[in-house]
């Protein structure tokens, strides 16, 4: 009896198989590069209602983290300034540049247009609800701004710069000695490890920057928990 099938048919099965596991291997690969917080947060930058520049604030000005973002040391979150505060210094300082328009609305009784309403922020950094971060438990061990939010005081325009993800998380919890700083240098955007060990290195009994970092370890007592019970309560 003749075959029905030509015989390439034979391996059609096999080729079959064979594009369904590259298919199915290109869409995990895609997924676990483009749907991770990498891809999908690192960078993100969105336009404010006040254009404010971290780099003149802070970077030009000096102007100490902890003027606006006053509740840091003291709370699970850090806030965003309020009306208030930078209209400390701007009542009197640019008070017409068209750019601060949104802060006169709010603070300005005398200014075209005014109605009292806080400036509508855009948030760019947040983690999700089911995660617990308490910011001052961080900063008052050592774990600089910079750590987490990267060399923001040269921001023209605040961007996301680390991925802030479960992994990057523990990997800092697995080593936090990597990131620890001294507590007088936590808000020094330009501290620098080799010439503080260089500086104060004799005194403190410690060689090198990994010597210092673990030498703060074990004076702050820091011990991170790597359980899922540590942020997902």
Request: hydrophobic share 30%; proline share 7%.
């Amino acid at each position: 009896m003749a075959n029905i099938f030509p015989r390439w048919t034979n391996l059609l099965p096999l080729k079959i198989a064979v594009g369904a596991v590259t298919v199915a291997a290109g869409v995990a690969l895609a997924f676990t590069y483009y749907a991770t917080p990498k891809t999908l947060r690192v960078g993100y930058q969105p336009s404010q209602p006040i254009p404010f520049s971290h780099k003149i604030h802070v970077d030009q000005l000096g102007l100490d983290c902890r003027y606006c973002h006053s509740f840091v040391e003291v709370s699970g979150h850090s806030n965003v300034p309020t009306g208030n505060t930078c209209w400390n210094c701007h009542q009197h300082v640019q008070k017409d540049s068209p750019k601060l328009a949104p802060l006169h609305r709010e603070m300005d009784p005398n200014y075209p247009g005014y109605d009292g309403k806080p400036i509508e922020w855009v948030r760019i950094h947040k983690a999700p609800d089911y995660v617990y971060f308490n910011h001052s438990a961080h900063v008052n061990r050592g774990v600089s701004c910079q750590t987490c939010h990267g060399d923001i005081h040269k921001m023209e325009t605040v961007y996301q710069a680390e991925p802030h993800s479960m992994g990057w998380c523990l990997d800092c919890h697995r080593a936090p000695e990597k990131n620890l700083r001294p507590l007088e240098e936590v808000f020094n955007f330009y501290y620098d490890a080799e010439k503080y060990v260089a500086t104060h290195g004799k005194e403190l009994g410690v060689e090198t920057t990994k010597d210092l970092g673990l030498k703060l370890k074990e004076q702050f007592d820091v011990k991170p928990k790597t359980s899922c019970a540590t942020c997902h309560h």
